[in-house]
């Protein structure tokens, strides 16, 4: 157990939607944090969090961030050209790491499709393994809040979301649970070593992902069936290489539930957060409009 008062936890990507939310949870719980971030005027975290400027692609950059630190999170955005030496610098001085990374060892069809971001999880975890790091991977699947930045501009619109693959089920996981169980791995003993699936509780299609949301605002919302190739010309060129693996793990996973885990209740001692409740608390982010209490 980390103990009040002693030896920081480093969070990078701390001002992302996971690293926020676990620099919050650590400092609740007493934890000293310390927060790696690329611009200090711009991080607006809690003052009782020690920010320290650096970047994963100087690994230079990391020596001030690392000194003296029991554990790292480490979420890796950056290119993969530097990863090795930003690894061998975690292994230099804390020599414990958990790391944000994806099923891709899951045998599911969803998680089976060729992912760029997948293989760059891949290699990571297999530089982290070679060092002899003291290590902890999470593994979320289908982040729920996803639906907010696909369905938003459609709620607030007509109400109609023309979308791919209605059918495709997924068991979407709510930020705040896969937050939760990275800041009790980071907090706790007894994690290392530990290989974690994160789930929702539920295999929802994404027709009913879309019904339950409109349930959830009191609207109707209708799905319309968009196919792939005219979705795949909407999107932005930029954007193609993850528009091309979700394509294709939808397609993939069609006719068969998600693959669903209980790792979220297990490690938590409570049920995970349903995609139905993501939805209620996330009202406002749809509408401008708070939930009626």
Do not use: C
Request: glycine share 8%.
């Amino acid at each position: 157990m980390t103990a009040p008062g002693g030896p920081p936890v480093l969070v990078t990507g701390a001002t992302g939607r996971i690293g926020r939310a676990v620099v919050d949870l650590l400092t609740d719980a007493g934890v000293p944090v310390r927060a790696l971030v690329r611009r200090a005027e711009a991080a607006d975290l809690p003052g009782t969090v020690e920010i320290v400027t650096g970047d994963l692609t100087v690994p230079d950059s990391l020596d001030p961030a690392l000194h003296a630190v029991s554990t790292v999170f480490l979420v890796w955005t950056a290119p993969p050209r530097t990863a090795a030496a930003v690894v061998d610098r975690l292994a230099a001085e804390p020599r414990r790491v958990v790391y944000l990374s994806a099923p891709h060892r899951t045998p599911h069809p969803f998680f089976q499709q060729p992912n760029p971001m997948a293989a760059r999880h891949a290699e990571l975890e297999r530089l982290i393994a070679a060092t002899g790091l003291d290590a902890t991977i999470v593994r979320p699947g289908m982040f729920a809040s996803n639906a907010l930045h696909w369905w938003s501009a459609a709620v607030r619109g007509d109400g109609v979301v023309r979308w791919p693959y209605g059918t495709a089920e997924t068991a979407p996981v709510d930020d705040r649970d896969v937050a939760a169980v990275v800041a009790r791995t980071l907090r706790e003993d007894g994690h290392v070593g530990g290989d974690y699936v994160l789930t929702g509780p539920e295999s929802l299609t994404q027709a009913e992902q879309v019904r339950l949301l409109g349930d959830t605002l009191g609207r109707r919302l209708t799905f319309e069936e968009l196919p792939p190739d005219e979705f795949r010309r909407q999107s932005p060129v930029d954007a193609r290489p993850a528009v091309d693996m979700l394509l294709a793990a939808w397609k993939a996973t069609t006719g068969r539930p998600a693959y669903v885990t209980s790792t979220v209740a297990d490690l938590l001692g409570r049920p995970a957060r349903t995609f139905r409740q993501w939805a209620a608390d996330h009202v406002a982010a749809f509408t401008g409009v708070p939930p009626p209490r």
